[in-house]
């Protein structure tokens, strides 16, 4: 199985090396204020390279607010919170037209969304049509407000918070909100080690997040998206993920399998994953390490199985080609 291109281009595997240690100083970065959770931070900036968007599941306290405004500060992005209310409305997340007294016309308010990271706080309590509001930014960086379009300033990342706890005054995500993040990842509880080093880092005067420093810039954060688009894709990995999607298509138990947007989502992070560890080619090892978290969110199974088992499973049984 051929999974490696037939020849390695020199600028690109410098490009590769350069990439591999600007990755693992930001990941230290955010860990500086984040302790005891470097699997979440590690793929939460991979999705963010991979152009996805990530969907934290956990109760509150954890640390999903603190982890967004860690990784904002790291890259040097624009950050902006949204805490997402039953009054809400979608013209406070997109923007809206107002009327210029002194030039005598509508003009556009950019709202929120106009920024690098977003913070979508408590997602699941604004009602559908205000979540709505959220798909076509998500999807295609743009936003269209009274049948004008406009675009968004790149790179634009999602980090939504759910409880999973408290359900009074929430609404479901629909299948076709879900199905935009990449990604549905749980901070859960720090060991007592990294606790008992939390309360020394957080215990302090000044938020330990205030005291983070760029590690990267806006511009060099634009070339590692760019740069993972370069990761080679073999036919037999690409044959591979067709394989896993046909699987869980055709079994009965699925309900709801994944769609090919999953599949196209499994293939940019499997080429991030690979990125991060100093290759330019895919291979199956990248695809099995991260599909449980891309695919497990988007599925229905029914019987016993839950979806991050279930997809496991899969994974076992489908032979790498």
């Not at 939504?160 to 995500?173: C, E, Q, V």
């Not at 080093?197 to 330990?208: E, F, K, N």
Request: aromatic share 6%.
């Amino acid at each position: 199985m051929l999974h490696a291109p037939p020849r390695r281009d020199p600028a690109l595997a410098d490009a590769t090396a350069r990439f591999v240690e600007q990755f693992a100083a930001a990941r230290a970065n955010v860990g500086k204020v984040i302790l005891g959770k470097d699997d979440v931070i590690f793929k939460v900036l991979l999705v963010m390279i991979a152009k996805g968007h990530i969907l934290l599941k956990d109760v509150p306290g954890t640390g999903k607010t603190m982890l967004a405004r860690a990784i904002a500060a790291t890259l040097a992005c624009e950050f902006r919170r949204i805490q997402f209310t039953p009054d809400l409305l979608p013209m406070d997340i997109t923007g809206t037209n107002v009327f210029d007294l002194r030039q005598k016309q509508f003009t556009f308010q950019p709202g929120p969304v106009f920024t690098h990271l977003l913070l979508a706080d408590e997602l699941n309590r604004a009602t559908p049509k205000t979540q709505s509001a959220l798909l076509e930014v998500m999807a295609e960086g743009q936003c269209t407000v009274e049948g004008v379009t406009h675009k968004l300033p790149p790179p634009f990342l999602t980090i939504a918070t759910m409880n999973p706890l408290d359900h009074d005054g929430t609404y479901a995500l629909p299948a076709a909100q879900l199905d935009r993040f990449t990604m549905q990842l749980s901070m859960g509880f720090p060991s007592p080690d990294a606790e008992m080093a939390m309360l020394d880092v957080h215990l302090g005067g000044r938020p330990p997040v205030e005291e983070l420093t760029p590690i990267i810039d806006r511009d060099t954060f634009l070339q590692w998206q760019d740069l993972v688009t370069k990761v080679f894709l073999s036919t037999e990995m690409k044959r591979y993920l067709v394989s896993l999607a046909g699987a869980m298509r055709s079994d009965a138990r699925v309900l709801a399998p994944p769609s090919p947007r999953a599949m196209i989502m499994l293939a940019r992070v499997s080429q991030a994953h690979a990125l991060t560890q100093g290759r330019d080619f895919a291979t199956p090892e990248d695809v099995r390490a991260l599909a449980p978290e891309v695919l497990a969110h988007r599925m229905i199974v029914s019987g016993d199985e839950v979806g991050v088992g279930y997809v496991q499973s899969v994974l076992e049984k489908v032979p790498l080609l």
